[in-house]
């Protein structure tokens, strides 16, 4: 058990491995857990299911995992609310699935939604496919019972859809990677199904054409998924499909039926090949089995940057340019309508300069471009020194304040973000 627990699907190497596992049944023992890590200054790395793609659940030699995934009750559901109370290890699709039977859906879905737990999505802020429309996981998360460093146990937020009484809480704790707090409990919000989506996929010469033809989209489709060459190769492997034979990049993009006219008039100009389907399952299959498919080539080094929408495709093609450089695979998946791309390095064990190198120029290009480090996946180890040059001096002393204040001792996931 201590091995299993020691890395995340980063695959990021830790020294050593945890002293200890703990499997908390439920908010009392969290609290009884953090009280005893404070009164002995023990390390506490809380996890779910290990899913993080940065290092965030990463634990090594004197460190204590507090492991949430067997706190796995969905409390309540209310139709009449549009609202959900559930616990930290309830995996993200069992939750959608349930919301389903009342006619509502959790909106945010990371395309490792069958394994993810809501607490690692809440702890990284997590997209997804559907963010397009929905928003990512702060967008859902209406209220928290969060257990402090010292086992005081707090709540935020509310149960309503509106509330802004006093500073809020709630957003802060939402992609804190456990370094703040454990989230115990969440309330969240769930969404009408929408009725009559078709789903559209549209292939292009290459990405940049697809990223043009969306920027002509109108409104706001529900999906807007874009894989470029080097990743429909590895999934058509993977599946057995012929996606690449149809053009060098593929845009999915999922709308109300109301909306599919617009999106047709706006792609079918410039796409090559174009498929309409009112059931959109395999087609988001194939969408969703991207890193499983390019983790057969190596290891992957799975970034994730975001560039203002108008620079999408510029930041595609430097991405392949880069790929040319170093010479290194470059499989790139965009949540296209929100400029969050996910240019994944298939690492050589033989040329690690190389990779290195290339995910470098990506940070590099994406704070040129005027975006982020990272969407939507966190910092956790991987981009604690990236962090430091997309964040101002000030910005950073603030921010590690607000850890001291949370955690004076730093026992709360100690080594990541910050």
Same mark, same amino acid.
């Given at each position: 058990m201590?091995d299993?627990r ?18 908390p049944r439920?908010?009392?023992?969290v609290?009884?857990?953090?009280r005893w ?6 390390p506490?790395?809380p ?14 030699t004197g ?13 309540s ?5 549009a ?13 959608d699935?349930?919301?389903?039977t009342?006619?509502l ?6 395309a490792s939604h069958?394994i993810?737990?809501?607490g ?7 997209g997804?496919l559907?963010?397009?429309?929905y928003?990512?996981?702060?967008d859902?998360? /209406?209220?928290?019972s969060?257990?402090l460093a010292?086992g005081?146990?707090?709540e935020t937020g509310?149960?309503? +859809?509106?509330g802004?009484?006093?500073y809020d809480?709630?957003?802060? +704790?939402v992609?804190?990677?456990g370094t ?8 969240v919000r769930?969404?009408?199904i929408?009725a009559?989506?078709t789903?559209?996929?549209a ?5 940049a ?6 920027a002509?989209?109108p409104g ?7 894989l470029d060459?080097a990743?429909?190769?590895a ?17 999915i993009?999922?709308?109300?039926t ?6 047709l008039?706006?792609?079918?100009p410039?796409?090559?090949s174009?498929?309409?389907s ?5 087609l ?5 089995s ?5 983790e !057969?080539l190596?290891r992957?080094?799975?970034?994730d940057i ?5 620079r999408?495709p510029e930041?595609?093609?430097?991405i392949?340019d880069?790929?040319?450089r170093? !010479?290194?695979p ?5 949540h ?6 996910h ?24 704070l ?5 480090i ?11 020194e990236?962090?430091?040059r997309?964040l101002d001096p000030?910005? /950073?002393?603030? !921010?590690?304040?607000l850890?001291? /204040?949370?955690?004076? !001792?730093?026992? /709360? ?6």
């Open positions: 201590l299993s020691r890395t995340d699907r980063s695959g990021s190497a830790v020294e050593g491995r945890p002293e200890a596992v703990l499997l439920d908010a009392a023992d609290a009884k857990a953090l890590a404070t009164s002995t200054g023990t506490i790395v996890r779910g299911a290990g899913t993080s793609l940065t290092g965030a659940s990463t634990a090594g460190t204590v995992v507090l492991d949430l995934s067997g706190m796995n009750r969905i409390v559901l209310s139709a009449a609310d609202t959900a109370v559930v616990e930290p290890g309830v995996i993200t699709a069992d939750l699935r349930a919301a389903a009342v006619g859906r959790y909106a945010p879905d990371p069958e993810s737990t809501i690692g999505n809440i702890a990284t802020n997590a997804g559907r963010c397009a429309k928003g990512v996981t702060r859902s998360v /209406l209220g928290l969060v257990i010292d005081t146990r707090i509310t149960g309503t +859809f509106k802004v009484a006093g809480l709630t957003g802060l +704790f992609g804190s990677e703040l707090g454990v989230v115990v409990s969440a309330t769930l969404r009408p929408p009559g989506l789903t559209i996929a292939s292009f010469a290459d990405a054409a697809a990223c043009t033809a969306l002509g989209v706001q489709p529900v999906i807007a998924e874009l060459a990743a429909l190769r999934v058509d492997a993977y599946l057995g499909t012929s996606l690449a034979a149809r053009g060098s990049a593929l845009l993009v999922q709308a109300s109301v909306d599919s006219p617009g999106v008039s706006a792609l079918r410039t796409a090559v174009l498929e309409v009112s059931d959109g399952d395999a988001l299959h194939a969408r969703r991207a890193l499983p498919a390019i !057969q190596g992957p080094l799975i970034e975001a560039v203002p929408r108008s999408l930041a595609i093609t430097a392949a880069i790929a040319a170093w !010479q290194i470059i499989c790139t998946l965009a296209a309508a929100d400029g969050n791309l240019p994944i390095i298939v690492d050589d064990p033989s040329r690690p300069a190389a990779a290195a190198s290339a995910a470098d120029e990506i940070f590099a290009l994406a040129k471009l005027g975006g982020t990272t969407g939507e996946h966190g910092v956790g180890t991987l981009k604690r990236w962090l430091t997309e000030a910005n /950073l002393t603030l !921010q590690r304040g850890k001291n /204040l949370f955690d004076p !001792q730093g026992i /709360l996931n100690p080594g990541k973000v910050l």
